[in-house]
C-alpha cells in the first residue's frame, strides 16, 4: 500500500458519457486507502436528465473537469487523473494542457458504435416515415440526445489526433469482455501515445462498468500498483 504524505498527492476521477460519479464511486476507498485525496468530476450537463445533457457539448465536459483539476492542483502538489470510458479522452485534453504525474484510462473508446451511422439511419426512418431504426437504438441509446452523441464523436476525433503528444506516464486498462468498447481501443491508446512510462493492463471481467463489479479491487490494484512506481514524477 502507498503510504504518502497527506494533503500532498491527488487523484481526480473523471466518469463517462452520460454517466455520472456511480461509475467511478468503486475505486474510490481502495485508493483512498492508498493514501490519495480524492475528487470526483461533475461532468456539464451529466444530471442523468436527458434534456441538460442535450445543452453545452465537448467543450463544456472538458471545461468542467478542468475546473476541478485545478481545484485539486491548488489543495495538492501532485495529481494523478483516472478516467473512466470518455472520462480518459478528457484526461487526455487535461494532460496535455495541465502538469499531471499520471493518467489512467479504464475502457476508453477509440473504436465505438458508429455514431454517423446512426444518424444517417435516423434521418432516413424520419424521411421515409419508417421508424424500425429508431425503434431499435430506443432500448440502448435512446436516452442520449443527438447533439450529445455528435458531441461525443467530435471529443474523440480531436482526442485521437493529439495522443502523439501525449508524454504524461500513461496507464491503460481495458476491460476483455466490455461489450460497448472495442478491446482493440486499448491498443490503439497504448501505441499512440508518446510517453516513456506507459502500461497496458486487461482485467479478465466485469464489463464496460467494470468499477460496479467484482473486478473493481481488481482495477484499484493495479492502478495503486503504476502509481506507486511512477511515484510523484511529473511530465
Known amino acids: 500500500m502507498i503510504v504518502l504524505e497527506k494533503n500532498k498527492t491527488g487523484c481526480l476521477l473523471v466518469h463517462g458519457f452520460g454517466g455520472g460519479h456511480y461509475e467511478i464511486d468503486g475505486i474510490v476507498p481502495h485508493i483512498e486507502k492508498s493514501g490519495f485525496i ?11 436528465k436527458r434534456k441538460d445533457l442535450r445543452n453545452g457539448g465537448y ?32 484526461g487526455i485534453n487535461l494532460a496535455l494542457k495541465h502538469k499531471i ?30 421508424y424500425l431504426n429508431i425503434k431499435r437504438y430506443v432500448k440502448s441509446s435512446g436516452k442520449f ?39 482493440t481501443s486499448s491498443n490503439y491508446i497504448y501505441d499512440n501515445i508518446s510517453s516513456r512510462v506507459k502500461s497496458l493492463e486487461y482485467v479478465e471481467g466485469g464489463g464496460h462498468q467494470v468499477l460496479q463489479s467484482e473486478y473493481k479491487h481488481e482495477v484499484g490494484t493495479l492502478i495503486e500498483e503504476f ?9
Not at 60 to 77: D, G, H, V
Request: proline fraction near 3%; charged fraction near 30%; charge should be positive.
Open 38 to 48: 480524492v475528487r470526483r468530476a461533475s461532468l456539464a450537463g451529466h444530471t442523468g
Open 59 to 90: 467543450a463544456q465536459w472538458i471545461e468542467s473537469a478542468e475546473k476541478e483539476l485545478e481545484k485539486l492542483m491548488e489543495e495538492c502538489e501532485n495529481v494523478h487523473v483516472i478516467g473512466f470510458s470518455m472520462g480518459g479522452l478528457i
Open 101 to 130: 504525474s499520471s493518467i489512467t484510462t479504464i475502457n476508453t473508446p477509440v473504436y465505438y458504435w458508429d455514431i454517423e451511422l446512426i444518424v444517417k439511419n435516423i434521418t432516413n426512418d424520419i424521411k421515409k416515415g419508417e
Open 145 to 183: 440526445p443527438i447533439k450529445a452523441l455528435l458531441n461525443f464523436k467530435i471529443l474523440l476525433k480531436k482526442t485521437k489526433k493529439r495522443m502523439p503528444l501525449v508524454k504524461t506516464p500513461f496507464l491503460v486498462i481495458q476491460s476483455v469482455d466490455d461489450d460497448t468498447v472495442r478491446k
Open 227 to 235: 502509481l506507486r512506481r511512477v511515484g510523484d514524477k511529473v511530465s
